[in-house]
């Protein structure tokens, strides 16, 4: 279980020289990706005075963000970074339960196969609409990003927040939330990722922010009923009645819409953009109005969430406002120019991962950032508009 400190405008990207008596000094900031272990080693035990709090614009100014590609009413701007980092231990969810190596269950279901040797867990009490258990059973670690859809068992799912699980490692509680109203009966034992979706920023915010069951299922609902007010009547009626957003977003009514986006050639042409640029994130408007942030710490990283990422991206465009002109690009770039905030919560898992949960005016940002050997980073960082 993670432990949870609260800090104010207190953050290792911020660490100053005025808390140097308290530990070794810092190394020198040359990216915002940068992470001082033995700066949070000194940063745990107590809390800076008001005159060392860092913050303003310039404290991510390693970040540079590129003329946007626009298609309808979403404008993705492309996100370069002076440096980043190799990220190829790290294994995620889609590649796991491909290669069958993570395992998800509900809690209290029957018990998953797993690796010779491993402590075999008592069966739980019954499934509860919160908890998942998994397996990591790979010889990396794994990373997990608040939004991605696990299908399957009594209810689809969507993970909360952002975290890292060590190789070989299982059982451990998932904390998630349920993106399907209305089931609770096993559509299949199975788990399994959804490869080509990711929850569109409207779910994902309530997830992250508010840890709020209600509201994810009320924007559940909201994005399917928009979307559904877009469908011919043929269409809608295809999906009516279909609680799982999994499948209302994975359907072909919903992907013909999609296509008037590009379809999976924008897609790939938008990748190749990006990695033809080096970009490491996003900033992400719709409308005209920038709404969401996602970096990575490397551009690898980021070309492995694109698809389901961009499709997201795109659910959001389709069930918003319509047609009208993209931000000025330097408001793009104001988006990610103030990182910090005046509250921080943070959850550590000791040598594993930290979680920065950072309010400031009007957006929040959540940072997670490597413990684990050799991948002493900052992994990902959402920012939303709250």
Known sequence: MANSTIRQHLSFRRFSGAAAAHGPAPLPLRHPFVFFGAAVAALSSFVLPSAALGGGPNETAGFKVLAPIVRGNLAIYPVVAAQSFNTSQLLTLDEGVRSGQVVVTEAGDERPLIRPGQHIPPRQQGAEVNRLVLYNNSDKPLLLLAGEIVTGGKQDRVIGADRIVPAQTGPIDLGVFCVEPGRWVGASAKFGSMGGQMAQPAVRAPAMAEQNQ?????????AQAKVAAEMA?????????????AKVFSSAPVARMVASYGGVENEAAILHELREKGAVGVVVAVGDRVLWADLFASTDLLAKYWPKLVRSYVAEAMTSAKESSAPDRSQAQRFIDTLGGSREVVETESGVYRRDDITGEGYRVFELTSLLPKIGFIVHITKLAS
């Open 214 to 222: 209600s509201r994810v299922w009320e924007n559940v609902r909201a």
């Open 233 to 245: 009547p043929a269409d809608a009626a295809a999906v009516a009645g279909t609680s799982s957003y």
